[in-house]
């Protein structure tokens, strides 16, 4: 027995892989056996009690006939013998045994699934065994017997897939027979008593085709031979295509529809690979990652999105452009290269004073509406300005300041300390009397002498401009005294 288990044990790592179970391809299946043969008849019961098991050694054939049905030939031989505990009534004996069986297997895809790698089955057949046995009775010899007997096999038993080619297979066999002649002892001429059991472990090889793709089509015949395993496939070995799109059915989505195979066999209206049941655009073409829609503009939202579609803009605008970045979009921003917000239209109002920055003339200084959002200027500012035109006087032809000036440009000095945001354009202005350029070179000298003035008395010099326009704006006629005097003046215009 433990040469038996090491045979056993090396077939087993011979074989040992991924496997499949004997099928209509390997369908013939050769075994070879080895186990105990037990005595059960008049002279006693040895089933199962392994009280003097012999050995017993066999080889079978077997084939696939049908997923629940194999057919089974068994030969097998050894010794059979019994010794009762108190009787001297021992016998010993040789057994040839030929067997033709039936299986029902349970891995028939009904109790279990038919490549199962623990295959039990149920078997009943019949037989014929030669024997030749030698007996005593009350410790006298008696002859030996011989003969042929016919018998009626039957048992359990249980397959274990090893790999693709091999299995092992535990079996347990009784045998009915039909004589009463092995033993030398028979308690009456109708009671058959005589029987005995296979108890055995073997292996057994499946023969037959390649099949690579285990589709029940051997490879020289299968023309898809490396179809996946478990997909359904037509009497060729090829994957069966229901609607006939050449897009097999296990890889196509829409089975029962002729579609295209860029369209995982579904039907693709507008050629743009997305099937018409997940296309939001089924008659635009249109990419994957729009499912299926246009981009016409090419900013990354879909045509059917984008509120702008012939112009780019970024998906948190639908698709509409922003120039400044403001939020608001160009197509309703009234200042769109400028930043403002959606309470302003788009456009900015940088010193947050409701005038709009196109429209502030101060646009970094709060001011009021009514100076055109620059700061109001206070009336006795205005009224002094108003008495410079007049009343700042310098020497004829000259850009010395007379000294009944000096109160006038003082209280401008004191106006612009106490408000440091002015900034102060001094103009000089003439009359026409004289040479154009001279008149222009005077008006200039003079605002520069008044700005000297004004910074020496320790206004900023940064916050002070002086320009001169000579006879180039008149505020009267200069056909007159009267208005050639008004003409004559130095103007000042507060600046922010």
Not at 158 to 171: D, G, V
Request: with cysteine; glycine share 10%; aromatic share 10%.
């Amino acid at each position: 027995m433990k040469k038996l288990f090491v045979l056993l044990t090396l077939s087993n790592a011979l074989f040992f892989r991924a496997s499949f179970a004997q099928n209509n391809l390997k369908q013939y299946g050769l075994g070879i056996h080895a186990g105990t043969l037990e005595y059960n008849g008049d002279r006693g019961n040895a089933f199962y009690t392994f009280k003097e098991p012999q050995l017993l050694l066999g080889i079978s054939l077997s084939k696939y006939m049908s997923p629940s049905w194999d057919v089974e030939a068994l030969l097998a031989g050894g010794r059979l013998s019994y010794t009762p505990d108190r009787l001297p009534k021992q016998f010993r004996g040789t057994l040839i045994d030929f067997n033709l069986l039936a299986k029902f297997k349970f891995n028939n895809g009904v109790f279990l699934k038919e490549d199962a790698r623990i295959a039990p089955y149920l078997f009943l057949g019949i037989g014929d065994a030669y024997y030749k046995s030698t007996y005593t009775s009350y410790l006298q010899l008696v002859p030996k017997g011989y003969g042929l007997d016919f018998n009626f096999p039957f048992g359990a038993g249980i397959q274990a897939r090893l790999s693709e080619s091999a299995s092992l297979k535990i079996q347990s066999t009784f045998h009915y027979s039909a004589s009463d002649n092995y033993d030398g002892t028979r308690e009456s001429a109708t009671n058959f008593n005589d029987g005995y059991l296979f108890n055995t472990i073997g292996l057994v090889f499946n023969i037959g085709k390649k099949d690579s793709d285990k589709d029940g089509i051997a490879d020289k015949k299968d023309k898809c031979a490396l179809t996946p395993i478990k997909v359904l496939v037509d009497a060729s070995g090829c994957p069966l295509d229901k609607d006939g799109d050449g897009i097999p059915d296990y890889l196509d989505k829409c089975p029962d529809i002729k579609g295209m195979g860029t369209a995982e066999g579904c039907v693709d209206t507008d050629a743009d690979s997305v099937r018409d049941d997940q296309d939001a655009c089924v008659n635009s073409y249109g990419p994957v990652k729009f499912r299926g829609c246009p981009d016409s503009d090419g900013d990354g939202v879909a045509d059917v999105y984008d509120k702008c579609p012939k112009l780019k803009g970024p998906e948190s605008l639908q698709g509409c452009p922003d120039a400044d970045m403001d939020g608001i979009t160009d197509d309703i921003d009234q200042c769109p290269n400028a930043k403002g917000n959606a309470a302003n239209a788009g456009c900015p109002d940088s010193d947050a004073d409701g005038v709009l920055d196109k429209n502030d003339k101060c646009p970094t200084v709060a001011g009021i509406v009514e100076n055109s959002g620059c700061p109001e200027i206070k009336k006795e500012t205005l009224q002094l300005f108003e008495q410079a035109l007049t009343g700042i006087q310098f020497e004829t032809g000259k850009d010395i300041i007379k000294k009944q000036s000096y109160s006038i440009l003082d209280n401008v000095v004191k106006v612009m300390k106490e408000n440091p945001s002015y900034l102060l354009s001094i103009e000089g202005h003439t009359d026409n009397q004289g040479d154009d350029t001279k008149n222009l070179v005077l008006s200039e000298n003079r605002a520069k002498a008044v700005l000297k003035y004004l910074s020496d008395k320790g206004v900023e010099s940064s916050r002070l401009t002086a320009l001169g326009f000579g006879e180039t704006k008149p505020k009267l006629s200069n056909d007159t005294k009267e208005g050639r005097a008004k003409n004559r003046r130095v103007e000042f215009n507060v600046k922010f």
